[in-house]
């Protein structure tokens, strides 16, 4: 199948500081992709939708100067989490879509302290 | 009311004993329906899509009530890999973007 990896898996930072995600597809096109996060022992919570070379859809709630997102080609998609704080530590994990389905990356843990 | 809503267990079940899961979905636009599975600390894996007429994939069986609103997973003969968290998912109005419940908690025993 489809593979979307997503880097890095886990990451400790202090508080303030910038968190970049990456979410790259590897065989395929993807024409979209979502963003979600999932804070334990909640659903997984879709964050925002980016379509390549436009800018994100962001949902409810989400803070789109605090969570930046970038989908400057097909391929590849970053989030960014900007002066990041205690409460942004969670489950933060991208899939992508070609069109048909979309395929999960394999998540970061982010831990701000 | 949460778009999606299962039971979060847990279900401490003994190997080969069956198990049932359910789920409401509150959006009766909605139309493509999805148990996922996911482990601790990883991401979450596609178990099967559910059809309107019921579909199986070996030990598992989903089935679709759309007047209702309601998806079931039926998993039989438990194994103890099947010890899992399992979300029920349902898309949203974008397109390929989901709408997960928190997931039912599965413990299959020795």
Redesign the interface.
Known sequence: GAVVS?HPSWVICKSGTSVKIECRSLDFQAT?M?W?RQFP??????MA?SNEGSKA?YEQGVEKDKFLINHASLTLSTLTVTSAHPEDSS?Y?C?A?GGQ??F????T?LTVV | RKEVEQDPGPFNVPEGATVAFNCTYSNSASQSFFWYRQDCRKEPKLLMSVYSSGNEDGRFTAQLNRASQYISLLIRDSKLSDSATYLCVVNSNSGYALNFGKGTSLLVTP
């Open positions: 997503q979209t979502f979600y022992k909640q659903s997984l919570m879709l939708t859809t489950f994990i899939s879509s389905d979309a999960f990356g394999q998540g843990r």
